[in-house]
């Protein structure tokens, strides 16, 4: 609007990166850890995840989301599915070049869920690029 100040700072986008080891316990246990704490309203303007060590399980299934909607950023998928050089946003994780996930509203924590079995071994990068949307938005 005319005459308002604009906080350029808010359009500056952010980014939020964090790196599991699944180890069948402290990660990879069957239940939900948090992967990013968020406050506040985010705009999820792109989501990687990237496997650089196969994911080993028996069974084993991953989602990502929330914790009222746990796969509401990626659905259900088989842990040993997701292998070295994959990108994960589906589930069917794919090798190489995918198209980004994009332009997600976050209002609650970001949850990995674990489920049937235990995820005993793999690694998988997390990177976030977000922009705060409430006065309070952050993700960490």
């Known amino acids: 609007m005319p005459g308002q100040p604009v906080n350029l700072l808010k359009r500056i986008v952010r980014n939020f990166i964090k790196t599991v080891t699944f180890d069948g316990t402290t990660w990879g246990d069957v239940g939900t850890d948090t992967i990013a704490t968020v406050t506040g309203r985010v705009l999820l303007t792109h989501m990687s995840v990237y496997c650089t060590t196969s994911l080993t399980s028996s069974g084993g299934t ?20 997701i292998d070295s050089a994959d990108f994960w946003r589906d589930a069917t994780p794919e090798v190489d070049v995918v198209g980004a996930t994009t332009d997600m509203l976050i209002a609650a924590n970001i949850t990995l869920t674990t489920a049937t079995a235990i995820v005993s071994a793999g ?15 952050n993700l960490a």
């Open 62 to 81: 991953l989602e990502l989301g929330s914790p009222d909607n746990t796969p509401s950023l990626i659905a259900l998928t088989t842990a040993s599915d």
């Open 123 to 137: 690694v998988l990068e997390f990177v976030f690029l977000w922009l705060p949307i409430s006065s309070d938005g």
